[in-house]
């Protein structure tokens, strides 16, 4: 568990689009984050940043108290989970969601291990020997977040998590990652564009416009509402 806190950061693309623009940003330790705003507004671009799969162009992001700009990204104790699950096809639930601690060179037991552990927590207990495709959408989505927990990561960044997944299936995982998230308390910043998912799930909301947050505060504060 670890606050995130982003300075004066700016993500520009090659082609000159400024995505993320002279953005400051304080999410406190153990805290549920949403990240709201129409199509284009530089959400996924910011989570990228702070997950370093984006190098910022100005501006820092430390996580905890280690400023993330001199860390490589692999190192960072930081989970991301894609819209798409990125789960390898070829391999099993249990090889996908132990494939961060086999990139860390971590022994063949252990690997099991953490993957029986973490699948059990996730209702995915039975599925272990089974690939990606042999699953539903929500299951898919709990393999991408076990492997997220597997490392034990501090941050949890996920982009639009919930919006491959039909209206009953989004109700239930919208259950499933509070839960996850009060019991490993992990900080976790969470982008959509849907606004009642934001309402649902978020102690904070943030609403980005042109790589800027416009609005910030509780659901309250935000939508005038609880
Ligand atoms: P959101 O997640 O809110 O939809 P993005 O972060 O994807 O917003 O995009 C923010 C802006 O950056 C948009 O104008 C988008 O076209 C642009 N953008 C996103 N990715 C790239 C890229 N790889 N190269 C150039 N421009 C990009
Ligand atoms: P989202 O809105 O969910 O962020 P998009 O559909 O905008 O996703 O973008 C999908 C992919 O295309 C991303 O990998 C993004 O980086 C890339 N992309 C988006 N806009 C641009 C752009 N203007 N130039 C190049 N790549 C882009």
């Known amino acids: 568990m670890a606050r995130i806190k982003a300075q004066a950061l700016s993500t520009v693309y090659p082609n000159g689009v400024r995505a993320v623009d002279a953005l400051d940003l304080e999410i406190a330790d153990g805290e549920f984050f949403a990240l709201l705003g129409p199509s284009g507004c530089g959400k996924t671009t910011l989570l990228r940043t702070l997950a370093g799969l984006e190098q910022a162009s100005e501006g820092t992001?430390?996580?905890?108290?280690?400023?993330m700009t001199a860390v490589e990204p692999g190192r960072r104790k930081v989970a991301m989970v894609f819209q798409d699950y990125a789960l390898f096809p070829h391999m099993t639930v249990a090889e996908n969601i132990a494939y961060p601690l086999k990139v860390r060179r971590q022994p063949k037991a252990t690997q099991r291990e953490v993957a029986e552990r973490t699948a059990n927590s996730l209702s995915l207990a039975g599925l272990l020997d089974r690939r990606p495709g042999q699953l539903s959408g929500g299951q898919q989505q709990r393999v991408a977040l076990a492997r997220a927990v597997a490392?034990?990561?501090?941050?949890?960044?996920?982009?639009?998590?919930?919006?491959?997944?039909d209206a009953r299936l989004r109700l239930e995982a919208r259950t499933f990652l509070k839960r996850l998230q009060r019991e490993i308390g992990i900080t976790t910043v969470f982008v959509t564009h849907d606004q009642a998912e934001a309402l649902a799930l978020a102690d904070r909301i943030a609403v980005m416009e042109s790589g800027r947050i416009r609005q910030l505060g509780s659901p309250r504060e935000v939508f005038g509402r609880p």
């Open 151 to 165: 490392i034990d990561a501090d941050v949890l960044l996920l982009d639009e998590p919930l919006s491959n997944l």
């Open 61 to 67: 992001v430390a996580i905890g108290e280690k400023d």
